[in-house]
């Protein structure tokens, strides 16, 4: 039986990155990460994906937080194993570092939402013009990004995310470790289930 990988899209680059880097060796299938704000939709969607290479007689590694309502109920499942994490930044930071961050009130973009961030504030939240700015300066205290060896030249999106906010944006960087151990884990789970 072979392992399959399925994975938010918003660690794609990263995940590509540690298959390049031969530090995890299985496929993987990317959704879109937008479907984030539409939790019923990622429920249809997760569930097709899951059942179609459970059909196949494939193992799945699960690489999503807690995105919707039954997403803890994926790995019911003997046979599939979802990554360890409530969101996207603690699978990528890890615990302590993630509840540092939130403690300091931090709005916190991953690298593949920061390219994005003007069509999920406008398109996805709603958020148009200077509404997404409000909300955030009113409910943060400061802007974090994650920054991975996997986006050489991020600037260009970090410098129009601090003009739009007239906020720092502090950067945090992650050598993607914590994925790759929780994808490595997943590994081992399911070549231990018979």
């Known amino acids: 039986m072979n392992i399959f990988g399925l994975s938010c899209g918003i660690f794609e680059k990263e995940i590509r990155y540690l298959i390049e ?9 990317f959704l879109d990460s937008s479907l984030h704000m539409y939790p ?3 429920n249809l969607v997760l569930d097709k994906k899951i059942e179609k290479l459970r059909n196949e007689n494939k193992k799945i590694i699960i690489v999503y937080g807690e995105c ?16 360890p994490g409530i969101n996207c930044i603690q699978i990528i930071l890890g615990t302590d570092r993630y509840r540092k961050l939130r403690k300091e009130g931090a709005f916190i973009f991953m690298p593949e939402w920061i390219e994005r961030w003007k069509e999920i ?3 996805h939240l709603g958020l148009k013009g200077e509404l997404g700015k409000e909300m955030i300066n009113d409910m943060h ?3 974090v990004y994650i920054k991975t ?3 050489e030249d991020d600037s260009k999106y970090i410098d129009e995310v601090r003009e739009y906010f007239d906020m720092k944006v502090d950067i945090e960087y992650s050598d993607l470790s914590f994925l790759e151990d929780s994808i490595k884990n997943g590994v081992k789970v399911l070549r231990n289930v018979k």
């Open 68 to 83: 919707h309502a039954f997403m803890i109920d994926v790995d019911d499942d003997k046979y599939v194993y979802r990554t």
């Open 121 to 123: 504030f406008s398109e």
């Open 141 to 143: 205290s400061k802007l």
């Open 40 to 42: 019923q939709k990622l």
């Open 21 to 29: 880097n031969k530090r995890i060796d299985i496929p993987f299938q």
């Open 149 to 151: 060896p996997c986006y």
